[in-house]
């Protein structure tokens, strides 16, 4: 009852078996408490392929903030004037601001943070993929601020409604502190849309080239999407990934053609019938093969990590308590 | 494809050559957890938790990460190390074990009813 929660590494090489062998009992009071809609803290008994699965949806989240603060901040020192640039600074020190409350609220489950960077920097974790491509113009960090923040936002409100009480608190916080990203995003796609033909042709080739990767972004259809139910049942998926991008396109859409942009996609409509939004297939080859390294920016992206970690190591090292000890965050 | 930053561009060619060697455990630090004191008046509230080397350290942090907008008017930290703490599992600690009514108010409801009764007793019959 007293004590630390520490997963050893025997443990997740056990996980398939543990996963055989949760107390019938234990599971079945959890999954009451999560269907009366209460939250479950760290140190509550939980199933391990609970625990496993929230770990890595985190962890992603944590990474995907922390690698997502890089293609935007590739242009902080190219801002076109002194309010934007301290805008986007202002912007990007907030993802990696979300990075870390992520970080901590995943390190509650047992993982500790130094393991999940490790796993960042060997390839092993995976981070969202749409920060695998380049921020070409000025246009693209607009795009970026606008329209793949949108996106998670809405990933994000959803899974704030989930089960884990860490999690769903950082999301909160994280929720909130978006909403300036978006409203900064969105004035700085109408200020290129009202523009000169120039900006709007630079916004127009911004938008035509992220339209792809912010399709992905929801990640594959339902068709493809593996255990989806055990994680809707104990909350820590609250929507599909075709929900969410349905909920995208209706938001969206009508907003981008407002500004006469078009979407580069010619059968993208929204069926009167149905009430849903139809589109051709975003390549779902591409999103494998990116995901799986073969991007425009994979290998940049982690070497910047690498460089950071290791460059910063005596500095971290220099000032370290020597009587540290580690124990997991409470909450 | 050649990179479109400059600053990495001013780090190559060593950047690419960095092996993902693995961070030691304590690599970035203890944790503290964080307390904030958004108003004068209120209770200090737990936000959460920080990585850092030392208590003054974490308190600079702790501004960062989590009083960057909202409101505070103070900041605690103290190192997750020191806390003691009871399992939200064991939350029936926290039920009475016996009927413990007469330490609240709702343990006090007839007190009028055995008042009025009293009355009655003592107002001359009708008949």
């Not at chain 1, 935007?72 to 986007?88: C, H, Q, S």
């Not at chain 1, 393991?115 to 070409?136: R, T």
């Not at chain 1, 950082?170 to 409203?183: M, P, T, V």
């Not at chain 1, 859409?253 to 078009?262: D, Q």
Request: proline letters at 7%; one cysteine or more.
């Amino acid at each position: 009852m007293y004590g630390n929660l520490t997963i050893r590494p025997e443990d997740i090489e056990n996980w398939g078996k543990k996963v055989q062998e949760e107390d019938p009992e234990k599971l079945a009071q959890f999954e009451a408490r999560i269907a009366r809609g209460e939250k479950i803290e760290p140190h509550d008994w939980m199933p391990f392929e609970y625990r496993r699965q929230l770990i890595r949806l985190i962890e992603q989240h944590a990474h995907s903030e922390i690698i997502g603060a890089l293609p935007e901040g590739t242009w902080i020192t190219r801002a076109p004037n002194f309010r934007r640039k301290l805008a986007l600074m202002a912007k990007v020190q907030d993802e990696v601001g979300h990075a870390q409350l992520l970080y901590s609220a995943a390190e509650t489950l047992g993982k500790s943070r130094e393991e999940m960077i490790n796993d960042l920097l060997s390839g092993k974790s995976k981070y969202s993929n749409v920060f695998n491509y380049p921020a070409q113009t000025w246009a693209d960090t607009a795009v970026i601020a606008w329209l793949v923040d949108a996106g998670a936002i809405i990933n994000q409100t959803t899974n704030s409604k989930g089960s884990y009480g860490p999690y769903i608190r950082a999301l909160e916080r994280i929720c909130w502190e978006e909403s300036f990203h978006l409203k900064y995003g969105y004035d700085s796609v109408v200020y290129l849309a009202t523009g000169t033909p120039r900006q709007r042709a630079m916004l127009q080739d911004a938008l035509n080239r992220w339209w792809r990767p912010i399709m992905h972004f929801f990640g594959p259809p339902d068709t493809q999407s593996v255990h989806t139910e055990k994680l809707i049942k104990w909350k820590v998926k609250l929507a599909t990934n075709d929900e969410m991008r349905q909920q995208f396109l209706d938001m969206y859409v009508p907003k981008i053609w407002e500004l006469g942009l078009t979407i580069p996609d010619p059968y993208l409509r929204k069926n009167p019938e149905t009430g849903r939004w139809e589109y051709s297939d975003p390549d779902w080859d591409e999103f494998w093969r990116v995901i799986n390294g073969d991007g425009p920016c994979n290998k940049e992206r982690l070497a910047v990590r690498r460089f950071a970690e290791e460059k910063g190591r005596w500095v971290r090292e220099a000032i370290r308590l020597p009587s540290a000890r580690y124990v997991t965050p409470l909450a | 494809m050649a990179s479109l930053d400059p600053r990495i561009r001013r780090a190559e060619p060593e950047l690419w050559h960095i092996p993902p060697l693995p961070l030691e455990p304590l690599g970035h630090w203890q944790t503290y957890e964080v307390f904030i004191l958004r108003t004068r008046g209120s209770h200090a509230q737990h936000v959460g938790s920080l990585h850092a080397p030392d208590a003054e350290m974490a308190l600079i942090l702790a501004k960062e990460q989590y009083a960057r907008r909202s409101q505070c008017v103070a900041l605690w930290v103290v190192p997750t190390d020191s806390i003691l703490w009871t399992s939200p599992e064991d939350e029936d600690l926290f039920l009475p074990a016996t009927d413990k009514t007469y330490r609240e108010p709702q343990g006090y409801l007839h007190t009028r009813e055995r008042l009025n009764k009293y009355r009655d007793r003592l107002k001359p019959s009708a008949s």
